[in-house]
């Protein structure tokens, strides 16, 4: 008697399954469109997201158009603090996306430097954690390993000797070579 009940009931339950899901009224769509909805196209091409850190009146993630300038990305935030050092930022730089904009507190204590083209190079020899964060392919755990490394062993003199740091390799050190100075 039991055996047959449960029989029953899984009988039952196999029917309810395949009514719902292969008897479907075909009249009643799963999704309906509503008249209010709007296509958005995305532009890759029509804005770019920076990271403004330091001593800014709102620091974050800021979306700008392209071609923007640090200035933008500074007028964005709210602007600098009383004291920010501006005097290592090239208010004029144009962003790319992914970038981050660092203001620091005294020039004295800036680990960027500018080269030629205008953008910013991380001395890899004295960033915190955050400013190498910034680099592509390093994270806050491959940041954390390169301050122990640096303390551990002393400055760094090229990029051959960032392979020394556990979880560096060739592929990584090519990402970071337009990024960094070792001075």
């Not at 899901?21 to 296509?39: G, V």
């Not at 029509?46 to 709102?58: F, M, N, P, T, Y």
């Not at 994270?139 to 301050?147: E, H, K, S, Y």
């Amino acid at each position: 008697m039991l055996l047959a009940a449960a029989l029953l009931l899984m009988t039952f339950c196999a029917g309810a399954t395949w009514q719902n899901f292969y008897h479907r009224p075909s009249s009643k769509p799963l999704l309906q469109e509503s008249s209010q909805a709007k296509l958005i196209q995305w532009k890759p091409s029509a804005s770019i997201i920076v990271d403004v850190s330091g001593l800014v009146r709102h620091p974050g993630i800021v979306q700008l158009s392209r071609n923007s300038r640090v200035k933008d990305a500074i007028q964005k935030v709210g602007g600098v603090l009383p004291d920010a050092s501006v005097s290592t930022l090239n208010f004029a730089a144009t962003l790319s996306d992914g970038q981050q904009v660092h203001v620091d507190a005294t020039a004295s204590k800036s680990t960027f430097t500018a080269n030629n083209t205008g953008n910013k190079k991380v001395n890899i020899n004295q960033a915190s954690t955050e400013e190498l964060e910034s680099l592509p392919s390093i994270g806050p755990v491959m940041a954390a390993r390169i301050v122990d490394y640096r303390k551990d062993h002393g400055a760094f003199q090229s990029l051959d000797d960032l392979n020394a740091v556990k979880g560096i390799g060739e592929k990584t050190i090519e990402k970071l070579q337009p990024y960094i100075v070792f001075h």
